[in-house]
């Protein structure tokens, strides 16, 4: 059963944007801390961005300046608003709730995954 339900991922070019949306009826996601992840082809599983249960937000280097997590309590959603997109941020993007990430990456509950492919 899938409870965290991602969307909003598809084929952009570079430089270009797109916002994914991360949204559950079996809780309240602003109870808990809320990570993005992600794994590239071939590659292994990176976290992206996350936001604590106070909702400030923690960005990857790699993205730092350019995606931005947030929620809208009101809509039990988190979004991951990605600008200035490079082929680099090919990969699936999971939303998950609950994670550990100092030591390889493992979480409570995942999503199905959504794809973003950043291609001319």
């Known amino acids: 059963q899938v409870h965290l339900v991602e969307s909003g991922g598809g084929l952009v070019p570079p430089g270009g944007s797109l916002r994914l949306s991360c949204t559950t009826s079996?809780?309240?996601?602003?109870?808990?801390?809320m990570y993005w992840i992600r794994q590239a082809p071939g590659k292994g599983l990176e976290w992206v961005a996350f936001?604590?249960?106070?909702?400030?937000?923690f960005h990857a280097d790699s993205v730092l300046g350019r995606f931005t997590v947030y929620r809208d309590l009101g809509a039990n959603t988190v979004y991951l608003q990605m600008h200035g997109l490079k082929p680099e941020d090919t990969a699936t993007y999971f939303c998950?709730?609950?994670?550990?990430?100092?030591?390889?990456?493992?979480?409570?509950?995942w999503g199905q995954g959504t794809q973003v492919t950043v291609s001319p």
């Open positions: 998950a709730k609950d994670c550990s990430v100092s030591q390889g990456i493992s979480c409570d509950m």
């Open positions: 936001v604590n249960v106070g909702g400030t937000a």
């Open positions: 079996a809780f309240t996601l602003g109870n808990y801390w």
